[in-house]
């Protein structure tokens, strides 16, 4: 037992069943700088599919698209499951408030993962222990304060000296929740969202940022997390370019063991 | 001039404007083997956004799961303007045939692109120059007979002896259309889907694959593709891990002058 009341992350993540409508509530412990945390939106919206009854499968594909921001408060989820077939799924979901525009606009896949041959081609990063490398300090984004970020390489140098070549956008590290929760598809598409901004890396500080789409696939099914059975990932994130004012990001997530649990890839907004 | 009739490719990808629903037809010049060519049906889902008269900014994002087979013929492609901010829209396109189920469900971002900081962290693969390379030699596909690709390295073994050890699934290879088009959002969005399977590469056989979804990144707006003026990319792709089924693909196009201008990833089903 990791924790005996329900873990922080699930409060934050919880949704209420509906008919195809669900409802969720943004978390002020996964609150970002203008509005929640990306990755605990990508992961309620996950929740209400892996939740529905309809659902069948694993998760798959998960495209989350920020349209507008959140605010505070409640937000309906429009759940959908627009075709099915013998082993997979297909949904769209849309995040509204009060009945205004679409904020957040989704699209799943789910599938039956049967056995098959199997080859994992991309080589575990390695690195050193979790528990021998010092905790990234909390900063003042609460959702930052609810992870437990141990950098191996391409540790965050915001507002170092500027210098005249940008600094590399590649970061190696260990990431799990602040307080142990066992690595789930709800926590593994949260931290493919948790990666600080690669444009904050490779210009050595903040800028303003924010995540345009999103999308993770997961390479273990049900039975392989939970044979993983772990509260980590190592995890490694780099950008490939930064123009006209939107950046990439891809991303791996790991066990401790060496399997690859998922890949992510991001576009984003920056101003600088 | 390149051509002075349409090119194949726009006639492959031609759309009729409607009110929010718009048509098309599955093209026999870019057939796969039990449907249409999944990059000339998301170039064709990208033309209908291109042409929409509410449309602002270039393609950002694209990315279009692949549902369920579509049939030779007319289809017809529901275009919904989810979010429209200042300078970014987010659409939602389905495509249905004769008001049967979703066939393909895509999403998508548009942007103004402003200038900013500029920097391309990616290293421009590099090449041998298209001219001093030998066509892969057309094969039974229709679709691949519409593309010109010469292969620097990852040349495909099809049918090759099977060994115990897994062969790379890394390629590098020029990509044209066969009769040669300016290479511009509809192309780029159809050559990332243009990469043989990974699994073939990494078995050296064909099985059967299909893409499931499939999301590509624009790293250069319209001025910048004006700018290169070219026919072709250089292409790079690789597979990180095929497990229970799935496997990935990610990829990058450049220009021949070393500008990254898409990134793309894609999840598909294989069965070996």
Redesign the interface.
Not at 238 to 246: E, G, L, M, P, Q
Not at 269 to 272: D, I, L, P, R, T
């Given at each position: 037992m990791l924790t005996k009341t329900p873990h922080l992350f699930d409060d934050a993540t919880r949704v209420t069943a509906g008919d195809s409508c669900w409802q969720g509530r943004t978390s002020e412990d996964y609150w970002a700088f203008v509005g929640p945390f990306g990755g605990a939106t990508a992961a309620t919206i996950l929740r209400a599919l892996l939740d529905h009854p309809q659902r069948a499968g694993d998760p798959?594909?998960l495209?989350v698209?920020y349209?507008?921001p959140i605010a505070e408060g409640d937000f309906d989820l429009d759940v959908r499951l627009?075709?099915a077939?013998r082993s997979?799924q297909?949904w769209?979901v849309?995040l509204t408030q009060a009945g205004a525009?679409?904020?957040t606009?989704a699209?799943a896949?789910f599938?039956e993962?049967?056995?098959?041959?199997?080859?994992?081609?991309?080589e575990f990063p390695g690195a050193k222990p979790f528990e021998q490398i010092l905790p990234y300090p909390k900063v003042a984004a609460p959702w930052v304060k609810q992870y437990d970020f141990r950098f191996v390489d391409g540790s965050p140098e915001f507002g170092g000296a500027t210098r005249d070549a940008?600094a590399?956008?590649f970061s190696k590290l260990w990431i799990g929740d602040r307080v142990p929760r066992n690595i789930d598809f709800l926590s593994l598409m949260s931290m493919s969202d948790a990666f600080f901004g690669r444009i904050f890396h490779?210009?050595r500080e903040l800028v303003p940022f924010g995540t345009?789409?999103l999308?993770t696939?997961f390479?273990?099914?049900a039975q392989?997390l939970a044979a993983e059975a772990t509260t980590r990932v190592l995890a490694v994130a780099?950008?490939?370019?930064?123009?006209?004012?939107?950046g990439?990001q891809?991303g791996?997530l790991w066990s401790p063991n060496g399997r690859?649990l998922a890949?992510t890839?991001q576009?984003a907004?920056?101003?600088?």
């Open positions: 798959l594909a495209t698209n349209c507008a627009v075709k077939n997979s297909h769209c849309e525009d679409v904020a606009l699209t896949v599938a993962r049967r056995p098959s041959w199997s080859h994992q081609q991309a940008p590399s956008a490779a210009r345009v789409s999308t696939y390479h273990a099914d392989d780099d950008a490939k370019i930064f123009h006209k004012s939107y990439d891809n791996e690859l890949t890839t576009i907004y920056f101003k600088a």
